[in-house]
């Protein structure tokens, strides 16, 4: 076996800075903070706003610590209905956390128009089909905002 095949693949760094969450959740997230800390921000122990739950779960999905990854990943995938209604709608979150639920909730109809009606959301390029489209809305994203599925929907 070669060294090269041991060898982890290296955590891409997050895209937002740690000034992107209030001051008074930025420790729940921040690299320097100790594992137990990070790991309550994971598991959305910490009482936070739509918003701020959900960029604080996105950050934490690049953790250098795996088991913080995978908790952000986790509690990402299955936030409540009443803090991702409120958090795809809004406008200020940062497009790279609209970008990843985009890519979390893809089987998720009702969210994805959420995102897909978020001026801020990025244009996306999927790979593989999409899901069924549910309106008239859906199917119009489709077209405009997603490179490869408007080949496939035009």
């Given at each position: 076996m070669s060294d090269a095949a041991q060898v982890p693949a290296a955590i891409p760094e997050c895209p937002l800075p740690l000034s992107t969450l209030p001051?008074?959740?930025?420790?729940?997230?921040?690299?320097?903070?100790p594992v137990p800390l990070r790991m309550m921000g994971a598991k959305a122990?910490?009482?936070?706003?739509?918003?701020?739950?959900?960029?604080?779960?996105f950050m934490l999905t690049f953790d250098a610590d795996a088991a913080v990854r995978e908790a952000a990943a986790k509690s990402a995938?299955?936030?409540?209905?009443?803090?991702?209604?409120?958090?795809?709608?809004?406008?200020?979150?940062?497009?790279?956390?609209?970008?990843y639920y985009a890519d979390t909730y893809t089987g998720k109809t009702e969210y994805l128009e959420m995102l897909a009606l978020n001026a801020s959301t990025p244009t996306r390029r999927c790979s593989g089909s999409p899901p069924p489209p549910a309106s008239a809305s859906w199917r119009s994203w489709l077209r405009t905002s997603c490179a490869c599925c408007a080949i496939r929907t035009s």
């Open positions: 001051s008074n959740f930025q420790k729940h997230v921040d690299p320097k903070a122990m910490v009482p936070m706003g739509p918003k701020e739950m959900t960029t604080a779960l995938a299955g936030l409540p209905d009443r803090i991702l209604s409120v958090a795809l709608r809004d406008e200020t979150l940062d497009p790279p956390v609209l970008g």
